[in-house]
């Protein structure tokens, strides 16, 4: 038997299947295109799938489950798509018209969660019981596993990391509050705070890596710039990893977990980024002296998108 | 059979024995005294608790466990006591000193995880399978309940709300760190605010209601003199709701529970705090059109302690 996973992204729709010991047969893409009519998106979908199915090897009839992993959330128990901005998706019936196509158990989770879990079962968090990963990227995303399950609240409204108030009345955040969690530890937060540095310090290498276009400043600018001990990026980088150390404190604080995983584009900083972030957080943890939770780097990469969706049962 | 709940607390210590359906059948007290050795503080408390035993009516071999809150945290393993600094106690043999008395088994928990065990089972939120319990006094403490069963983390030292950070390089906490949770919804934090207000508002009727004294001001002085709209405390409790508001919603953007319990002194505003909470903290959740968790107030008073500590297993 196989299982299907699906990745929704904004760009693009990844479909693979895979083996009951979670190894890839088959991988297949569509572009993302919310200009068709949403049955019509799903038709294509379909059609992936068969695609990479057949690809696979194997015949319909041996898929058993059919999940995937959407950057948004769903109601698990209708199957009905109640937000999905990038995709332009509000209150669709995924699971309903998916069932056209396909009369196995179809699946869906938001993809932070959905990454938690492949990494959980299959990848750097594998054994443990317990675990949160953050993925950081353009936004902050995150999953929690608990007891080996996916917790994302009762509602299913939980498990929002990116959106956790972690300085009070600080920088506005696209959600229409202010001092959210991922404006001070994405992605984007790193860049901002590297371009408002080099506004002051023209010689910096940052802007020097970038041939003096702060347009061009991306989060790896910045973070080999301050590798190369570059005094600027140094400053910022430092900023950066005390308020990613205070968020990881405020996850062990308030959750504990036996690991936690970083993912998405930042975590690419490797080792340079987790000895900072280790040597750092424990001094925001109330009972520092204690045992806490190690910080490891995710290993499935972006495949743990399509791993995980074909997980959720 | 009857269970043994102990409340261990900075002035005295509760004992009470409690029956299969949690009825407390008698209570016994005595005074914290952190002077005399562990071994004899653990002496006076097996006496209580003998005392207790007799006054319920029933003979010791009828007791079937002893469990405790305290107001610190604990290996569960092992049955030491870590850190309980309010008792002068740091990597005490609690269970093995106190099974020279009683041959059942000695549990232990945090005591904001065992009002929060309490009020899942016999209290406001029995029959939710997930709530979070916060109970707003000189600090803030939480218990986390999950899936039935306290949550306090895989190494034990989650469960912190009041240390989680709300505020970058805010306000300095007695832990060490800046911005604590608890230093802006703290009754403490309240009574902080409110004293700051009236030094250039001297005609608030805060001051009014203390003769003058700041040094007298309270909680309930600030909420009584919002109640009766006194512009200055209006302005503190509003700030104060926005805080707390805040952090509740932390906890729903994170965990999500099914219900969110308030507990401890501030709580006892009752309906002029759970108003102003259910208004405001919606506002601050990432998905503030999808149902949400329902605020409520505890409902065991001080005696959850005493039963959610019977509870232990």
């Known amino acids: 038997m196989v299982r299907v996973g699906i990745d ?24 993302t295109n919310t200009s068709i009519p949403f049955s019509e998106q799903i038709h294509q979908l379909a059609t992936c799938i068969f695609t990479a199915v057949a690809s696979a090897g194997v015949k319909m009839d041996r898929v058993e489950s059919v999940g995937a992993g959407i950057p948004g959330i769903a109601n698990m128990s209708t199957g009905v798509i109640i937000k999905c901005p990038n995709m332009g998706w509000y209150h669709v019936p995924f699971r309903g018209e998916l069932q056209k196509y396909f009369q196995v158990p179809i699946l869906i989770d938001n993809d932070a969660n959905v990454a938690a879990l492949a990494e959980s079962v299959a990848g750097v968090s594998a ?10 990227g353009t936004g902050i995303g995150s999953g929690i596993i608990l007891n080996g399950k996916i917790w994302s609240g009762f509602h299913g409204i939980g498990s929002e990391l990116g ?6 009345d600080g920088v506005p955040c696209s959600c229409g509050n202010h001092g959210c969690l991922e404006r001070y530890c994405s992605a984007t937060a790193l860049i901002r705070m590297g371009r408002e ?10 802007l020097k890596s970038v041939s003096g ?7 790896r600018t910045v973070i080999d710039a301050a590798r190369e001990k570059d005094p600027v990026a140094v400053e ?57 939770p190690d910080i490891r780097l995710a290993v499935l990469g972006p495949e743990a998108g399509i791993i995980g969706a074909a997980m959720l049962s």
């Open 236 to 292: 910022v980088y430092d900023r950066y990893i005390q308020y990613l150390s205070q968020a990881i404190a405020n996850v062990v604080n308030l959750i504990d977990p036996e690991i936690i995983v970083l993912g998405g584009g930042v975590s690419k900083a490797g080792d340079f980024l987790l000895d900072a972030i280790r040597k750092t957080f424990p001094k925001y943890v109330l009972y520092d002296d204690q045992p806490m």
């Open 127 to 136: 054994g443990t019981s317990s675990s949160v990963f953050i993925t950081i």
């Open 213 to 219: 276009n702060p347009d061009r400043i991306n989060a």
């Open 8 to 31: 929704v992204g904004g760009t693009g729709i990844q479909v693979g299947v895979l083996d009951q010991k979670n190894r890839i047969l088959a991988e297949e893409s569509i572009p």
């Open 163 to 168: 959106h956790v108030i972690l300085d009070l």
């Open 197 to 206: 540095a080099v506004q002051n310090c023209p010689e910096s290498l940052i």
